[in-house]
């Protein structure tokens, strides 16, 4: 997730669209563990898994093809090798799938992790080996493992915080809680309450979980929709656009909304008349971050324990909350009809370059 989405950088994301390669897939499995001899620029190349413990939806893809993408660049290139695999959202499966990966003794495993606790005691083995260990976007709460995400906590409480001023302190909302059982959705949701106790006006009529995905989103908001003759709002840990769409087909119209920086959402926001939204991001290149320090630590450079990422902010009107500045929602500098619903943007950490091809496969 990464630097601010400043619209300059953002329109020379989009205009990377038409320069662009296809995508880089995840590379092939590694056929010994450790790292391998020097690459042709005198530097070791590194063996590094991915373990993802879930695939379905438009940020774990982006996610990866953004890893992999960073893994054949600069400064990255010829300095690491990059193997991705993945688990259904089951802690069971992800711990067989990361003890399969511990036999191949890399040097590195970056884990977007099914659960924060359950994992830990295969993450201690594999940190007992000598392998580092680096947690994202779902991290683990095991000690020896390096921890890259943004702040959910400070991303939530904008989201919450947003819609009651927009709602001016009384209203009924929908409730995203995610994705059953995972980390992040669970840190979202008590961001999300912790915030409207300050608000009993605001009353919560329901809530569903999206699975961080457009589809699963519209089917749980039209029956939430069909059972509440009043919905004001939508507290969104995805799209936010399927809960709109089900308003829609039930005759009525768009609500205030918090989502997350999907394209789709930012155009919906930007197009839909009277609309009012807010948007944080967390960006897909949390994968890349990750294999950036899991490479900055075998070269033995310092990384700090827990590494937070900024989670730009935007916003339609002009609801001020405390420590946030957010930046205009505005068609062609944070919207792009010509870009696909489910890209996440920027495509590039900071440190380096990843066209909006190699990052959404086009």
């Not at 329109?11 to 042709?40: I, K, P, R, W």
């Not at 994202?136 to 915080?161: E, H, L, M, P, Y």
């Not at 409207?196 to 919560?204: D, H, I, R």
């Not at 971050?289 to 935007?314: C, H, M, N, W």
Request: proline residues 6%.
């Amino acid at each position: 997730m990464s630097r601010r989405l400043h619209p300059a950088a953002l329109v020379a994301a989009c205009a990377a669209l038409a320069l662009g390669v296809a995508a880089c897939g995840s590379s092939g499995s590694s056929s010994s563990g450790g790292a391998s001899a020097s690459s042709g620029g005198g530097k070791k190349t590194y063996t590094v898994y991915l373990s993802n413990s879930f695939l379905g939806n438009d940020w774990r893809q982006q996610m990866e093809r953004t890893a992999s993408a960073a893994a054949t660049v600069a400064p990255l290139a010829g300095h690491v090798k990059l193997t991705v695999v993945n688990t259904d959202n089951d802690p069971t499966k992800q711990i067989q799938s990361l003890n399969q990966i511990i036999l191949k003794k890399p040097d590195a495993i970056l884990v977007d992790a099914s659960s924060p606790d359950a994992l830990n005691p295969t993450v201690q083995r594999a940190c007992a080996q000598g392998i580092k260990v680096i947690s994202f976007d779902q991290a683990v709460t095991a000690d020896c493992a390096w921890k890259v995400n943004t702040d959910f906590n400070v991303s939530a409480a904008i989201g919450a915080r947003w819609l009651a001023e927009t709602l001016h302190g009384k209203g009924t909302v929908l409730m995203d809680r995610g994705l059953a059982g995972n980390p992040v959705s669970l840190t979202m949701v008590n961001g999300f309450q912790k915030v409207l106790k300050g608000y009993p006006g605001v009353k919560v009529a329901g809530t569903y979980e999206s699975q961080y995905a457009l589809a699963p989103e519209e089917q749980a908001a039209s029956s939430l929709i069909a059972a509440h003759p009043q919905i004001d709002g939508v507290l969104s840990q995805s799209y936010g656009t399927g809960v709109q769409k089900a308003l829609q087909k039930a005759g009525r119209p768009p609500v205030a909304m918090y989502a997350q920086a999907y394209n789709g959402s930012f155009v919906q926001c930007a197009t839909t008349k009277g609309i009012q939204c807010a948007i944080t991001s967390n960006p897909a290149t949390l994968g890349a971050e990750a294999l950036k320090r899991a490479v900055d630590l075998l070269d033995g450079k310092q990384v700090p324990k827990t590494v937070i990422l900024p989670s730009p902010a935007f916003e339609t009107n002009d609801v001020s909350v405390p420590g946030t500045t957010f930046e205009k929602i505005v068609l062609g500098k944070s919207a792009f009809p010509d870009l696909p619903p489910g890209a996440t943007l920027p495509f590039s950490p900071s440190w380096t370059t990843i066209t909006s091809a190699q990052a959404l496969g086009t």
